[in-house]
């Protein structure tokens, strides 16, 4: 078991490392020019000049490489060129509003991908057919419109929720809530689609098990047979989808931050990439690595606790 | 209404072996469905339309006319204009091209990276195959979002670099997907059979891999496109599709520009994205249908085992009125199963039985004669399209058919116990042995824990387990197949149960585990004065166990006779024949070969290890 | 769509029952008229609060106008007026500008704004690489005469200074803070308003709460501003509609007719912004025919200047034949008329130039960010054969390759904030913009007569000078750029001209 986790962190590690490399190189495969982005047409040559040594850009690519790599070891992911703040605040500010909206996101699919996805397998009739027909056009809906619809309908006509902007939770909870409701729904539908298909399929799987006509002639309460041991072990093919869906989510985050105007890692990203700050970039990119790597592993760890035969080792 | 509904075959039936099914047809199938016929007809006029766009508008789908913004549907602009004035219909029709090359981009990138490295990697392992699932794990774990946006910002905005890169990133599920399938053809015995009679690998992939790795790609690829323009959209509405083309992810950031002002601009290109990507995914459900592959059965597919043979044909049943001290008693039982032409096929016609405590009746015949589902209807755990109707069907005293699903339940496990036929199959696997034990005692006789964790101990000890301990916390994949039916059997008599209903509760098992288990048995049932339907196509367990026998032959019982009498005497020709047949191949773990025997069958044989009539 | 919405509707209805809790305040934001607060949107976040480093005027300025108070304001017509300076005046020679300050102004860490101050300021910002650096080039020291009075001292005659210290270059640190690392994000200033480091989330939102001490408070209405980085039109428009957002200034035609068409207000002024084809290669280095001075006039003839603000520009703009906007003090009405829109004259001076055929250049591809425009400009030179091959080139390239001289002529805007400044960009042999340093010895002599005269002779030598180029065809404009200011319900605003976003001061309740 500890083993098992040393060797998937270390796994992780270097997952995050070839990412970052990955990056790094791409973003210095072309001839861009930082300094003049950062200075603006304005900026005599001179000024270029200082400005590229200043970020040392004037130094071989491996030397920067291997600059970045060290002091990334020590928890040091440089500063902006930009902004010149230190990427370690620029990602820490933007963290929760992300990590706010996906898990709110993550945790409304999963609840109601089980209950949809349950009933679905369970009542069967034209209740499955509805909901696999809406699956179908759910999925087909880009996230992006729907958070739109969402916020005309829900904050701009009706005022109900705010349209736009994320009230941290420690400021106050109910605003919280309010500010990443939207948003969550709209990155949340087409993962709901996703999930609540997979769900339905390994429910009706397991309910065609030898062992669930077993339990039901023992006369357990049905209940019992289907959510105690149908669910359960209908349950990692479910977590397994809802994984991979996290990932995605961290993706659709990112168009649906910009429809409700959320300053997340989304924003962040686009506006990084977009400028060539590639210190900010890199960050974004080991700190969502990191997450997908933390992801994996708990579903790892989960997979191992409902199913027996996976042994963690 | 029942919880269970609708959950496909819960019934017996063995499970079908479905072959991989000839592809020709497949596109026939395809095109049975209204559902494909219309998906397709809507991918293929999109597609049409957008080649022909210069054709069908002579409006520049770029051109602005800020004069002419936000004009109305009619007129030169049959869709109206949008904010700057560009034409809706254009930017529409061409959209549709910038669509469908950029999932069409996605498909060859994904294929091309996936497809052959999947094949290599499932067929030869090794290193290669390491090396691959390693690059593919990396890929998954990075937010394809970032990849794009570092790559845009780098090589300048672009729709179909953009689509490349999201081949690439996709490339693993295609991967994956090649990989498990060629894995498993690989394992296949003909694969091994073709190598070892010396055809060369390139031969073998073209007849025996390529084959099996087409279908699923085929769906792949058809799901790929739809999620490819979902994809293309958000990254049109964040800025980065090539400038200067128009597109419907475009067109949609351009209507959130102009919302307020003429909300109809979003549903165009709305509409296009949703039904085209339906139309894709629902093509992909209907390819799997259509190719059998990866899906379950169909819902519809019930062994329609019996159809109607004319009375006349069978010798009428031996029925007697049952015994008024019956524990069980069914009289003209039928069950049947609609069939999806509207008929309805019947696999039980007419089923009558007795049973006394403590008697032990036989139930034989073929598989598919109905013996296993007339012992579900006792249970009451047909799958709910079954239509069950008998004149008589109590226990105890008690009308089964007149019970609420409720009190049925509370029947079952309590009063009347089942052995189910596969023991590895029939317990939980992710729950330990003692939880599944104790859980019904606990309903039904509500115990403690501990009283019941005590006397699961004990019952595990009775039905011969060593190591009571160890077993009730073992989860079920630690234990042995004979250890598992001993559990199962446990489980059936654990809260002391009046009835036992038995399906095949030995096939499964080696000779000699057979033997103890069947010892069991009869222990248990003298033991505790049970009266025992026991299903089997085996006569040998027959003539260990029962006290009278029914041979069962499509879904009618041809005869009903006392053990010794049946086994000396049978009377119908069909008993003679399974007789004759069991007696040739010995107890295997395999229904009885159907059909008629073979007339240059040689003399029987002496009976098989597993007893001899008494 | 409506299955979306249906779907879209039942989702949220789960959520709605546990968000109503605190849901209902959520969407109120900070209405019309009450003074209490005012939400302003920025397209982008500030680069830094350090002095020397703030990023050039633009939509980031209400960022720092906020903490920052500054040596000079504009009026509406973007000329200079008092602020922290009362008078200011240049010596004969234009190379010392006497500056006299307000005594009455600390800055909220208690370090007093003085003669020292501002000389710590204008010293440090000189060496950085900032808008300010590039502003303070001719500046050669300051020096304190007292507390309320400073000489900056020049090593040439620098006309635009003014103009610069009523801009990014004048605002005003702590002499004591301007040493802080932490500068960049944690300004300590002597504006209206301190920014609120609890209530701030950095690259997102800032917020900011009343500097009681502040000595002109009365032209700061609210209490509490906050300034949110908002990069989404359509986003900002939901807010602006919902009452989160107040106000956001808007560069686009599109972002203009959304806003209007969105029912909110939009007040349009100069952006200071000129647009047009700029014609570096006068001498004709790498395109002899532009080495002739009617080739360059065909050009300007063969421009559609009122079409192309129209449909390229959505009307936004003023079309121009001038490189000097129309609240320049340099741009003169009468000049309009120069070059009207004329094809068979403008083949003619082809014609007459040797060049009846036309001929064929090279440019940078403009079309990723300017594709209409690209569009006109290939059809205007398209009437009078010539033809352009469109070379491919990133958007962080496209100015160095400029500077480099790369082109003979491109699509180009260039904003400045006064005439003195576009002589310095784009007249001189020094200028970046300047790419073939093409130089006349008339242009020279306007330019130092310009520098040194003062008043209505300045003035007459710049307008002298807008004719030079205008009459040489230097460059062919076609629009003064306007931008928009839009403002939600109760909000009003008066712009300054030439400026791209109006004052923090200018943004008030409306009265009507």
């Known amino acids: 078991m500890l083993l098992f986790l040393l060797r998937r962190i270390g796994a992780g590690i270097a997952l995050v490392w070839v990412a970052a490399t990955l990056v790094f190189f791409l973003t210095t495969l072309t001839g861009s020019d930082p300094a003049r982005r950062i200075l603006g047409p304005q900026a005599g040559p001179d000024e270029i000049a200082a400005k590229t040594r200043e970020l040392g850009l004037d130094r071989p690519v491996l030397e920067r490489y291997w600059d970045w790599f060290t002091s990334a070891l020590r928890g040091d992911l440089g500063a902006s060129w930009f902004t010149n703040q230190p990427v370690s605040r620029l990602v820490a500010d933007a963290l929760p509003v992300s990590l706010s909206l996906v898990l709110a996101a993550i945790v409304l699919t999963a609840a109601v991908s089980i209950v949809l996805g349950v009933v679905a397998a369970v009542r069967g009739g034209w209740l499955d057919s509805l909901l696999q027909g809406v699956s179908i056009v759910a999925f087909a809906v880009p996230n992006f419109l729907i958070g739109m619809v969402l916020a005309l309908v829900f904050a701009v006509q009706l005022g109900i929720f705010p349209a736009l902007g994320y009230t941290p939770f420690g400021e106050d909870p109910g605003r919280w809530l309010a500010s990443i409701t939207l948003p969550a729904v709209a990155l949340a539908i087409g993962a709901i689609a996703t999930v609540a298909t997979q769900t339905r399929g390994s429910m009706i799987d397991v309910l065609q098990q030898d062992y669930v006509r077993t339990l039901r002639s023992r006369g357990l309460p049905t209940r019992s047979v289907l959510l105690k041991h149908a669910l359960r072990n209908a349950a990692p093919a479910s977590l397994t989808v809802l994984s991979l869906q996290f990932i995605a989510l961290i993706s659709g985050a990112v168009v649906i931050e910009k429809v409700f105007g959320l300053n997340g890692l989304g924003e962040r990203a686009t506006a990084a990439a977009g400028q060539g700050d590639v210190p900010l970039v890199l960050g974004i990119v080991v700190l969502a690595v990191v997450v997908v790597v933390a992801v994996n592993l708990l579903l790892d760890l989960a997979l191992g606790w409902l199913n027996p035969k996976v042994r963690l080792a | ?614 | 769509m409506r299955r979306s919405l249906v779907a879209a509707t039942a989702a949220s209805a789960l959520l709605l029952t546990a968000a109503c809790g605190g849901s209902s305040d959520g969407a109120t934001g900070s209405g019309g008229g009450s003074t209490d607060d005012l939400t302003l949107a920025a397209i982008t976040p500030p680069a830094s609060f350090a002095i020397g480093e703030m990023a050039s005027s633009g939509p980031e300025d209400h960022y720092y106008q906020a903490v920052y108070d500054k040596l000079l304001n504009l009026d509406a017509d973007g000329q200079p007026v008092p602020n922290l300076v009362t008078e200011w005046s240049y010596d004969e020679t234009g190379t010392r500008l006497s500056l006299t300050l307000r005594d009455d102004v600390t800055f909220t860490d208690g370090a007093a704004f003085d003669a020292e101050a501002v000389k710590a300021n204008l010293e440090l910002a000189k060496t950085k690489t900032g808008e300010a650096g590039s502003a303070l080039r001719a500046v050669e020291s300051v020096e304190v005469v007292d507390a309320t009075h400073a000489d900056i001292v020049l090593s040439r005659p620098d006309p635009s200074l003014p103009q610069a210290l009523a801009r990014s270059t004048g605002y005003m640190a702590s002499p004591d803070a301007l040493g802080n690392a932490d500068l960049s994000t944690n300004p300590v200033g002597s504006g209206p308003y301190v920014l609120d480091q609890d209530a701030t989330t950095p690259g997102s939102t800032y917020a900011y709460t009343r500097n009681e001490d502040y000595w002109n408070a009365e032209e700061y209405p609210y209490d509490s501003l906050e300034i949110r980085f908002l990069d989404d039109t359509t986003a900002t428009l939901n807010g602006l509609r919902s009452g989160e957002i107040d106000g956001i200034a808007v560069s686009t035609s599109d972002g203009v007719s959304g806003a209007e068409q969105a029912g909110l207000d939009v007040t349009t002024y100069t952006s200071g912004g000129i647009e047009g084809l700029y014609l570096w290669d006068r001498d004709g280095a790498l395109v002899p025919a532009l080495g002739d001075v009617r080739v360059r006039q065909a050009i300007n003839h063969a421009m559609d200047r009122e079409t192309i603000v129209d449909v390229v520009k959505g009307g936004l703009g003023q079309p121009t034949v001038q490189m000097f906007g129309p609240s320049s003090p340099a741009y003169d009405e009468s000049l309009e008329g120069t070059y009207e829109y004329d094809v068979e004259k403008a083949e003619e001076l082809m014609a007459e130039a040797g060049y009846a055929d036309g001929f064929t250049m090279s440019m940078p591809d403009a079309s990723p960010v300017a594709p209409d425009e690209q569009a006109a400009l290939t059809e205007a030179l398209a009437a009078i054969d010539i033809t352009v091959t469109f070379e491919p080139i990133t958007g962080d390239q496209y100015v160095g390759s400029i500077i480099g001289g790369q082109w003979p002529v491109n699509w180009f805007n260039l904003t400045t904030g006064s005439p003195f400044e576009m002589i310095g960009l784009a007249l001189t042999q020094q200028s970046p913009f300047n790419p073939f340093k093409t130089a006349d010895p008339e242009l020279d002599e306007l330019i130092a007569r310009a520098g040194s005269a003062t008043g209505d002779e300045q003035e007459a030598a710049l307008q002298e000078l807008n004719a030079f180029l205008v009459e040489q065809a230097w460059f062919a404009p076609w629009v003064a750029g306007e931008v928009g200011y839009v403002t939600g319900e109760g909000i009003g605003v008066e712009p300054v001209q030439g400026v791209s976003v109006p004052p923090l001061a200018n943004i008030g309740p409306s009265s009507s």
């Open chain 2, 1 to 614: 209404m029942s919880v269970l509904s609708d959950s496909g075959p819960a019934g017996p039936a063995p499970v079908d072996a479905v072959a991989s099914p000839p592809r020709q047809g497949a596109v026939r199938r395809l095109l049975r469905s209204p559902v494909a016929v219309v998906a397709l007809v809507w991918v293929l006029l999109v597609a049409l339309l957008a080649a022909l766009a210069p054709l069908l508008t002579s409006a520049s789908p770029t051109a602005s006319q800020i004069t002419n913004a936000l004009a109305p549907m009619g007129g030169a602009n049959l869709l109206g204009t949008d904010g700057i004035g560009r034409d809706v219909l254009a930017q529409l029709l061409y959209g549709a091209r910038t669509s469908i090359v950029g999932g069409v981009i996605v498909v060859v990138v994904s294929l091309a990276l996936g497809l052959p490295a999947g094949i290599v990697a499932g067929y030869y392992r090794g290193r290669f195959d390491a090396v691959a699932s390693w690059i593919a794990n990396l890929l998954m774990a990075l937010p394809a979002i970032i990849v794009l946006l570092v790559v845009l910002a780098q090589f300048g905005r672009s729709t179909e670099l953009g689509m490349a890169v999201f081949g690439v990133i996709i490339a693993p599920g295609v991967f994956r997907l090649v990989r498990a399938s060629v894995l498993a053809v690989r394992e296949e015995l003909f694969v091994d059979a073709a190598r070892v009679s010396g055809l060369s690998d390139g031969r073998i992939m073209r007849r025996h891999v390529l084959p099996v790795v087409i279908a699923p790609t085929v769906i792949q690829a058809s799901q790929l496109l739809g999620i490819a323009i979902v994809i293309q959209a958000g990254l049109e509405f964040l800025g980065l599709g090539s400038p200067n083309q128009a597109s419907w992810g475009g067109m949609l950031s351009d209507a959130f520009q102009n919302i307020y002002a003429e909300p109809r601009l979003l549903l165009f290109p709305g509409l296009a994205i949703v039904l085209t990507v339906t139309a894709f995914s629902l093509l992909g459900n209907a390819l799997r249908d259509a190719l059998g592959v990866g899906g379950r059965m169909p819902r519809v597919r019930r062994r329609a085992t019996v159809v109607a043979a004319p009375d006349s044909d069978v010798p009428a049943p031996v029925v007697s009125e049952p015994p008024g001290d019956a524990l069980l008693a069914v009289q003209d039982l039928r069950v049947s199963y609609p069939k999806g032409d509207g008929s309805v096929s019947e696999v039980v016609r007419g089923v009558s039985l007795a049973l006394r405590r403590g008697e032990v009746l036989g139930l034989v015949g073929e598989s598919g004669s109905g013996k296993s589902q007339t012992a579900f209807a006792v249970l009451g755990l047909l799958p709910p399209t079954a239509r069950t109707s008998a004149e008589r069907l109590t226990f105890d005293g008690t009308d089964l058919q007149r019970l609420s699903p409720a009190e049925r339940n509370r029947l079952r496990g309590r009063r009347i116990g089942y052995i189910p036929q596969e023991p590895m199959s029939n317990l939980v696997p992710s729950f330990r042995i003692g939880s599944q034990l104790t859980e019904p005692m606990r309903h039904h006789l509500g115990l403690s824990r501990a009283e019941a964790r005590r006397r699961a101990l004990d019952l595990l000890a009775r039905v011969g387990i060593q190591d009571p301990g160890r077993v009730f916390d073992s989860y079920p994949h630690e234990i042995s197949g004979g250890m598992a039916q001993r559990v199962l059997i446990a489980g059936a008599v654990s809260c002391d149960p009046e009835l036992l209903i038995a399906d095949e509760p030995t096939t499964a098992l080696d000779v000699t585990v057979q033997a103890e288990v069947l010892d069991l048995l009869r222990s248990l049932v003298a033991e505790r004065d049970l009266g025992v339907v026991l299903v089997t196509h085996d006569f040998g367990v027959v003539a260990d166990l029962c006290d009278t026998v029914a041979v069962m032959q499509e879904g009618r019982i041809v005869e009903e006779a006392p053990a010794g009498r049946l086994f000396d005497a049978p009377e119908h020709e069909y008993t003679r024949m399974l007789l004759s047949s069991t007696l040739e191949n010995s107890p295997s773990r395999q229904d009885l070969p159907p059909a008629v025997p073979d007339p240059d069958e040689p003399e029987p044989l002496p009976l098989s290890s597993s007893g001899g009539p008494r």
